[in-house]
């Protein structure tokens, strides 16, 4: 009997994943065929051949873009090289990409950028927000772009147990943002598991030197 219920029991489970990895399937497309379409405005930018996870641009043209992202169970087109930011000057007739320096001292070989945003303060000056996962760790990085020499001067590093799994920034002050959380865990385990659960635990997030908080949660 005991044997009986225990078997009914492993079914039931072995049913329960099936149907988990099944609707996981459907979510993510895996069995949809994609069709090349023919774009005639577009082309090839030098220097983002292997893709750019974010953008943001100033008012001025210019355009900013986090490259080089490496992420559990994602595949990269360049995963010996660390991750960077490139900059481009959409007011150009054939803009291309440049990468910024970064002031010494941050760890460029860990760097593995994501989300971005730029906040420009009442004195002009540019703040450059990344969410960074420096061996698929979580934390925001501010930095002041500094235009005559094209580069990034790194002020902080900011990290945070209300920022387990940040994806994205909006920049709303020289140290105050808004980070959307994609997951509640921040180990590469549960946030697959997460994931495959299909559960919604992300949130919104409010940063300021003073104060930090929820100010949204998902579902
Ligand atoms: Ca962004």
Known sequence: MGRLVGLSLLGIALGLLGERLLALRNRLKASTEIESVDLPNC????????GAEDIDILPNGLAFFSV????????????????????????????????????????????NPHGISTFIDSDDTVYLFVVNHPEFKNTVEIFKFQEEDNSLLHLKTIKHELLPSVNDVIAVGPAHFYATNDHYFSDPFLKYLETYLNL????????????????HLCC
């Open 200 to 215: 919604h635990w992300t949130n919104v997030v409010y940063y300021s030197p003073n104060e930090v908080k929820v100010v």
């Open 43 to 50: 082309y090839l930018i030098k220097g983002i051949e292997t």
């Open 68 to 111: 080089g992202l490496k992420c559990p169970g994602l595949h990269s087109f360049a995963p010996d090289k660390p991750g960077g930011i490139l900059m481009m000057d959409l007011n150009d007739e054939n803009p291309r990409a440049l990468e910024l320096r970064i002031s010494r001292g941050f760890n460029l070989a860990s760097f």
